[in-house]
């Protein structure tokens, strides 16, 4: 079982690494405009979720003080 648990740990951390949507090149790419580029385009916006970044980490918390004191209180 815990051979099965890192090989599921491990597909998944791969998979993640894989899906990174934060491109390194490319236009938008986090690189600065070059000459000839035909312009336009300054760079990537802001993503959505960076507004609600801190009440994403509050609710984080939250559910882990939750499921924290619910599993605790079962004494398994």
Do not use: E
Not at 12 to 28: D, T
Not at 61 to 73: A, E, N, Q, S, W
């Amino acid at each position: 079982m815990k051979a099965l648990n890192k090989l599921i740990y491990s597909l998944f951390f791969f998979c993640a690494f894989l899906a990174n949507a934060q491109g390194s090149s490319g236009p938008g790419g986090g690189q600065p405009p070059q000459p000839g580029d035909g312009g336009g385009s300054v760079g990537p916006g802001a993503a959505p979720i960076d507004m609600y970044v801190y009440l994403l980490s509050i609710v984080a918390i939250l559910f882990i003080v939750f499921f924290t004191r619910k599993y605790k209180g079962q004494k398994i």
